[in-house]
Nanobody
């Protein structure tokens, strides 16, 4: 069964950093792209970044320079590091898998397998 599970969320002070993890099971990252998305209360889902099955990183303009996506093939896990966090970064963060050679954070509808999300709250 294909599954992705997010972890690493929590309460962070403004200006702080956080690393989210997306653990994949039932499939290999060698064949799937992984994307990171978030949704704040009352707002539409927003794409942040994705990493192709070849390891290529793609970032949305809204977060470019503040986030870094990476992966550990041995652990079958993708990470999203976020820096200079702001209160407006508060949201539920999701990762998702797409069986494709390319990905785009602007195309969430291409991603087939979604996790349950992890809450990130940026507040002092």
């Amino acid at each position: 069964q294909l599954r992705v599970v997010e972890s690493g969320g929590g309460l962070v002070q403004p200006g702080g950093s956080l690393r989210l993890s997306c653990a994949a099971s039932g499939f290999s990252l060698d064949y799937y792209a992984i994307g990171w998305f978030r949704q704040a209360p009352g707002k539409e889902r927003e794409g942040l970044s994705c990493i192709t099955r070849d390891g290529g990183a793609i970032y949305a303009d809204s977060v470019k320079g503040r986030v870094t996506i990476s992966r550990d093939l041995a652990k079958n896990t993708v990470y999203l590091e976020m820096n200079s966090l702001k209160p407006e970064d508060t949201a539920v963060y999701y990762c998702a898998a797409d069986y494709a050679s390319y990905c785009s954070p602007y195309a969430p509808f291409h991603f087939d397998y979604w996790g349950q999300g992890t809450q990130v709250t940026v507040s002092s």
